[in-house]
């Protein structure tokens, strides 16, 4: 007993490694609607028993993602199609194959909670029928969702309808197609707005009168404003395909003297030089020249100038004056002319002695000289300035 305990523990280890696989066989023909709906109970009896829950009694509904592609290859055929809208729902894989053969497909379920896999292999075996459906009719069935319509149930209720509008009890399902695979637009965000399903039937009998009404003016002048005319495609009368290319040996045949093209003609760059690099550089220089007149050649920038740099040259004398007590008078004491000419004249015999004038203002700074300390005081005035 115990052997065969230890054995089955190896086995869901293994399992948990490279993850169960089923292989699940189908069969449908060329020309025919094939439908298969993933089940989500049935990996998720792979997920408990792979976790050990199926025999304590526990089973869970988790929600759980579906990836189907072609064994070997990253996408699904050009016929087949998947769709899933939402994790906690079935999921449908659906098409009409084109040619006989057989298709492996490889569904991945992913578990959403435990994030564990389960992977399958899906077999569709395609046989070719004896004969086509050569009358088909298609209609468009609006405010409906491509997962609504591809249960087989809800197959056979559409079936059921068009029956009787064709009059006809051998009608088969050709192809069930989403409207936006067809060039459709995303519908609003609404409750009860779908994209719409287009129903591709066919059968070996003719069309009813109801359907040959379809293709009369007076009913293609209502459709416009009723909105439901069917498609008619009346396979024996349509064009047969162009016959395919025929494979040549994949040698070139002797042509004579291979005559390569000749080379482009050449091309001056040099008008395009002066537009990207010559006219930018004059123009910058103008803009420069501009500014330096601006700021030196005008009677403002002069005196800005000066005045900053008369700032600047008070200022450091008053640091320097800081210092030290005995330093004798600076030169902002003196006359305009004086302090341009750099002499030192006495000291006025007065209680205050004006230091710093600063023009071109509103606001006079001025600090006075007294025997014992220093002391500054701010008065208010006005200078008109005149060009």
């Known amino acids: 007993m115990s052997f065969f305990v230890l054995f089955y523990f190896h086995s869901v280890f293994a399992a948990s490694l490279c993850g169960i696989s089923a292989e699940i066989k189908l069969t449908t023909s060329v020309g025919r609607l094939f439908t298969y709906e993933v089940m989500r109970e049935t990996f998720q009896k792979d997920f408990d028993s792979y976790s050990l829950k199926l025999y304590t009694g526990v089973l869970h509904d988790d929600p759980m993602i579906f990836k189907c592609n072609q064994q070997y290859f990253p996408d699904l055929p050009e016929w087949l199609r998947f769709i899933q809208r939402h994790p906690s729902e079935n999921g449908f894989l659906y098409g009409t194959p084109t040619s006989p053969g057989k298709t492996f497909i490889e569904i991945y379920a992913v578990n959403k909670n435990s994030y564990d896999t389960v992977r399958n292999v899906l077999v569709i075996k395609i046989y070719l029928t004896e004969k086509m459906l050569p009358y088909q009719a298609e209609f468009f069935i609006e405010l409906r969702e491509i997962e609504k319509v591809l249960p087989s149930s809800v197959q056979s209720e559409i079936k059921q309808d068009l029956q009787k509008l064709w009059n006809n009890e051998a009608l088969e399902i050709v192809n069930i197609t989403n409207a936006l695979d067809r060039g459709g637009r995303v519908p609003l965000p ?68 291979f005559d390569p093209p000749e080379s482009p003609p050449s091309r001056d760059y040099f008008p395009d030089y002066i537009v990207s690099v010559i006219v930018p550089l004059i123009i910058a220089f103008l803009l420069c020249l501009l500014l330096a007149y601006i700021l030196y050649g005008r009677r403002e920038g002069v005196i800005q100038l000066y005045h900053q740099q008369t700032i600047h040259g008070n200022t450091e004398e008053l640091r320097s004056m800081a210092a030290q007590r005995g330093v004798p008078p600076p030169l902002s004491t003196l006359p305009m002319f004086n302090s341009r000419t750099g002499e030192r004249a006495s000291p006025v015999q007065s209680d205050s002695i004006p230091l710093i004038m600063a023009q071109q203002h509103s606001t006079l700074f001025t600090i006075y000289l007294t025997p014992g300390k220093w002391y500054i005081s701010f008065v208010v005035f006005k200078v008109l300035l005149q060009w």
């Open 190 to 257: 609404l409750a009860g707005h779908y994209e719409g399903v287009y129903v591709k039937v066919g059968s070996k009998k003719y069309f009813s009168r109801c359907l040959q009404r379809v293709m009369t003016p007076e009913y293609q002048r209502q459709y416009v404003i009723l909105g439901c005319l069917p498609l008619q495609f009346d396979r024996t009368k349509m064009e047969p395909a162009p016959p395919a290319p025929t494979m040549g040996s994949g040698i070139l045949e002797d042509g004579g003297y």
